[in-house]
């Protein structure tokens, strides 16, 4: 499906001409037809050289340009109508500085009514208007919606229009902008709108707002569907979605991909930011929202709003200025996570790294890492040092780095019993955002991460702590089951904390709280056992490894665990399983 808006001065011959080429009626109002007056969005739809084609109707009238400005943002291509006999009017200007604005790229000239007057003068006056902005050098048709004459010529026109735009990208993040919100007998609320990008499935789960809602139907160009593939029409039915609770400008989301904001550095095309007024209406989309402008260079400022909305960098969009009626700019999202202007001077600083900015180093150095999730979400490419889930700044990285064994020397200083520093103690003490990052963070530093400790490799215990534990160490050489009793490790200075030290470096083996042997011990059980009358009792376990009941139980029970011996229920063992 493709999708063109209209535009064009009030009663030129929009809504005629779309009844002409789709045999519908797009003002959906009674008042819209009493009047003859297109006053809200109309909508119709038809199939030329066998490609669908929905129209999005416009009004005309200057009193109705925010909903004009609600159909024709989001749409890819517009017809630009212009009659005959009246040529170039004041909302024709102004719906052309909409669509400059909006950057549309696409586009048909159509004179109309050329049964009333001759359309060459129209078309030149017309043509010369356009060549200056986004639409440049665009096709021009003349019509006329009374007696069909040349309709033929411009149904030849859209066909070679729509053949010019780029293909959508089907796989994209979904963000339809609502610019209809319903209610359907027996089905529920139905929102409206153009899908610029992405598919969106029956049963998918899409965010409004804060909430997640689920799609209970679709419908595209009239019909059923169970899936809608950009660029369509789509009209989508919520599941237990309140109709007072959703509206136009409101936009469902692809869950988890689109980061809302308030506050968004642009570069304007139009009017310079020095001239226009500080409060003002910008246009995102089909959204409408009063905003506050800061000037920071000639053509750079810093838009403000109320409530958050999801824009990436490269969006487009509108202002407008309602006192006045009309749009002295549109502007381009250079950044929607741009950093504070407290600081005097800091308007004219940001002004200068906005001239010719690196949007995702610069927003990596002001952060130092980033989840790689985020930098999607605000439409920038992947910058940086990839760790893990993350970016990182490759100079923050660098100091870090540097500053690392430091902080791990200091912190060993003050806990000398420690094996080394948890790995959350030194996030917190390096500011990291997540615990993951400390891994790849060690890589060059000459430091080891063990068991969920950071420390140089071969670091050992305190001083006095290592001759204390070298003692013990001797007395198991001796006697390899004889655990030493708790007065015993005291008097050496061995307390809980010194013995998990030692423990952790490998140095002793707890097979039970408080009961130490060495590091081998389980294997010299096993061997020893060997020498014995299969299955054996605990009695004759413990006399012959020379040890005691204290030792003798854990032990056999962690070389159950191990699958070394097999109790058999009645109080004995045997090897093996």
Request: glycine share 12%.
């Amino acid at each position: 499906m493709r999708v063109i808006a209209t535009a064009g001065h009030v009663d030129h011959g929009k809504s005629t001409l779309v009844r002409r080429l789709t045999g519908m009626e797009p003002d959906r109002w009674a008042e819209e037809r009493r009047r003859g007056l297109t006053i809200d969005l109309g909508f119709a739809w038809t199939r030329i050289a066998g490609e669908e084609i929905a129209f999005v109707d416009v009004p005309g009238h200057e009193r109705f340009v925010p909903n004009m400005l609600a159909g024709a943002g989001p749409a890819p291509a517009v017809v630009f109508v212009v009659a005959a006999g009246e040529g170039w009017m004041p909302q024709s200007a102004e719906h052309l500085a909409a669509l400059d604005a909006f950057g549309v790229r696409y586009g048909l000239l159509v004179v109309t009514k050329t049964d009333l007057a001759d359309p060459a003068p129209a078309t030149a006056q017309a043509l010369r208007e356009i060549a200056g902005t986004s639409l440049a050098d665009v096709p021009a048709v003349g019509v006329s919606g009374t007696t069909g004459a040349g309709l033929d010529r411009l149904r030849v026109a859209i066909t070679e229009l729509v053949a010019r735009l780029p293909a959508p990208d089907v796989d994209a993040d979904v963000r339809l902008w609502v610019d209809r919100a319903f209610t359907v007998k027996g089905a529920g609320t139905v929102v409206t709108g153009t899908l610029g990008a992405g598919t969106i499935s029956v049963g998918d789960e899409l965010m409004l707002g804060p909430d997640r809602v689920k799609v209970r139907g679709l419908q595209a160009l009239g019909e059923s569907r169970d899936r809608v593939q950009a660029v369509a029409r789509v009209a989508v039915n919520l599941r237990g979605t309140p109709r007072e609770s959703v509206g136009r400008g409101d936009v469902l989301l692809t869950p988890g991909a689109w980061l809302g904001t308030t506050e968004i550095d642009v570069r304007l095309r139009g009017a310079p930011a020095a001239e226009l007024h500080r409060e003002l209406v910008v246009h995102l989309g089909a959204a409408a929202v009063p905003v506050r402008i800061r000037t920071l260079g000639p053509d750079t400022a810093r838009f403000t709003w109320a409530s958050p909305l999801p824009v990436r960098v490269g969006d487009r969009g509108v202002l407008r200025d309602p006192g006045e009626h009309r749009i002295p700019a549109g502007f381009d999202v250079l950044d929607v996570r741009p950093p504070s202007l407290s600081r005097r001077g800091a308007a004219r600083a940001r002004a200068e790294a906005l001239v010719e900015p690196d949007l995702a180093r610069d927003f990596l150095r002001r952060n130092g890492f980033v989840p790689g999730a985020e930098f999607r979400a605000m439409g920038l490419p992947a910058a940086g040092e990839r760790l893990g889930s993350w970016l990182a700044d490759p100079g923050h990285l660098v100091g870090l780095r540097e500053e690392l064994p430091g902080r791990v020397a200091d912190w060993t200083r003050d806990h000398p019993v420690a094996a080394g520093m948890p790995v959350e103690t030194l996030r917190q003490h390096l500011g990291l955002p997540a615990r993951e990052l400390v891994a790849p963070l060690l890589s060059g530093t000459g430091l080891d991460l063990v068991d969920g400790l950071v420390r140089r490799p071969g670091a050992g215990l305190a001083p006095a702590v290592d001759r204390a534990v070298r003692i013990v160490e001797g007395r198991l050489a001796d006697s390899p089951f004889q655990a030493p009793e708790a007065d015993a490790l005291r008097e050496l200075g061995l307390g809980r904390k010194e013995l998990a030290a030692a423990v952790r470096l490998g140095r002793l083996t707890a097979i039970a709280d408080g009961v130490l042997l060495g590091p081998d011990a389980e294997r010299h059980a096993a061997t020893a056992l060997e020498a014995i009358a299969q299955p054996f009792t605990v009695s004759e376990a413990r006399r012959a490894l020379d040890s005691t009941r204290r030792v003798m139980i854990p032990l056999l029970e962690r070389l159950d665990a191990a699958g070394v011996t097999t109790p058999l229920g009645d109080g004995r063992r045997r090897l093996g399983r």
